[in-house]
């Protein structure tokens, strides 16, 4: 049974920093890419980052200079930094693997930037 399991959300004030983990099992970790999404309330879902197999990664605009993925694929691992938060950034963040044209979702952690 494949599972993306999130962690690492919370209230944070901005200019703050927060680290997102996604543990992963049930599939072969490293030959998937691994991304972060996230749904901000009445908003779409969106793209944040991804990660490839290789550790190629790629940000949406918003986050570039301020968010870096990264991935360990012994432990099966994926991580978001998060530093220089704004209120903007608040949103159910979502662990995404991706092989071809399967995908599978985690649950998603809230992250809250606010005074």
């Known amino acids: 049974q494949v599972q993306l399991a999130e962690s690492g959300g919370g209230l944070v004030q901005p200019g703050g920093s927060l680290r997102l983990s996604c543990a992963a099992s049930?599939?072969?970790?490293?030959?998937?890419?691994m991304g972060w999404y996230r749904q901000a309330p009445g908003k779409q879902r969106e793209l944040v980052a991804v990660?490839?197999?290789?550790?190629?990664?790629n940000y949406v605009d918003s986050v570039k200079g301020r968010f870096t993925i990264s991935r360990d694929n012994a432990e099966k691992l994926v991580y978001l930094q998060m530093n220089s938060l704004k209120p903007e950034d608040t949103a159910v963040y979502y662990c995404?693997?991706?092989?071809?044209?399967?995908?599978?979702w985690g649950k998603g952690t809230l992250v809250t930037v606010s005074l």
């Open positions: 995404n693997a991706q092989l071809g044209a399967v995908n599978y």
């Open positions: 049930g599939i072969t970790f490293s030959y998937y890419v």
């Open positions: 990660i490839t197999s290789g550790g190629s990664t």
